[in-house]
């Protein structure tokens, strides 16, 4: 079977051959055609399973979060809770349950949450009831399979050994940092990323590629003066700021900003 691995969030499981994924917004899709991967699509062989990861840096217990969930889920859809139960997979955590669509739509409704960490992954499978045995083994194989990797192949770094996100480049000082002076020292990247998602990216990534990590701050933070998410890193002698700068909504992405603020010798 083909493997997934999300090269920020860093989750990653097995898909059947011939099964399809794609990126929409902050949720990934996977199913056996391109048409399905579209939530309204009616045709034959619809259904697929979406993937939404969230990040929890404060190690929040998920409970509050399944019961939003599965109340904003059934509200979205119309449909009713049949039963929750727990649901575990390796070292992630969570619940499952079905839900009961209205009679006229035909479909069956599987949500999940699960977590690993300081991350959520928001889990829900949906097909037509006729093909409940074609989608179920197939999508328990995938859910079954979910796993955290210790960290992404291919990370482009900069000149000090420092990761920097996929699709990210080298952007003006005045792009990212406004009223910033380029004696500072600042090297700075733009990109379309999630906040979220790049600051799971250097979660994993800083230690594995041999950055102690002695601070970070999340974005949202606990303390409204925290205006952005930021990482302290330290790597023989050398000491780094990360900063990563929040800019749109829904989702938040953010630029990157890097600074090398000491070094021995």
Do not use: C
């Amino acid at each position: 079977m083909p493997t997934f691995v999300h090269p920020l969030w860093g989750y990653a499981l097995d898909y059947p051959e011939g099964w399809l994924w794609e990126e929409q917004g902050e949720v990934t899709a996977f199913a056996p055609h391109r048409a399905a991967l579209a939530p309204d699509y009616e045709g034959a062989n619809a259904g697929h399973l979406a993937i939404r990861p969230e990040l929890n840096p404060y190690l929040r217990p998920i409970e509050p979060r399944w019961t939003e969930y599965i109340t904003r889920v059934g509200i979205m859809k119309g449909a009713k809770k049949l039963g929750a139960s727990p649901l575990k997979v390796g070292n992630l955590e969570g619940y499952e349950a079905e839900l009961l669509m209205p009679a006229k739509q035909n479909r069956r409704l599987w949500i999940g949450l699960l977590a690993a960490g300081g991350i959520i992954l928001h889990l829900m499978l949906t097909h037509p009831k006729e093909a409940k045995d074609a989608f179920q083994g197939a999508a328990s194989r995938m859910v079954q399979s979910l796993r955290f990797v210790a960290r992404t192949e291919g990370v482009a770094t900069d000149a000090h050994g420092l990761p920097l996100p996929p699709e990210y480049a080298s952007a003006p000082l005045e792009a990212v940092l406004a009223d910033t002076s380029p004696d500072e020292g600042w090297q700075t990247y733009t990109g379309k990323a999630p906040i979220a998602a790049l600051q799971a990216f250097y979660l994993r990534e800083l230690p594995q590629h041999g950055w102690d990590i002695s601070a970070y701050y999340p974005f949202p933070n606990r303390s409204a003066d925290v205006r952005f998410a930021s990482f302290l890193a330290e790597r023989d002698g050398a000491q780094a700021i990360v900063a990563l700068i929040p800019y749109d909504k829904n989702p938040v992405r953010g630029n990157l900003a890097i600074r090398l603020t000491q070094t021995e010798g």
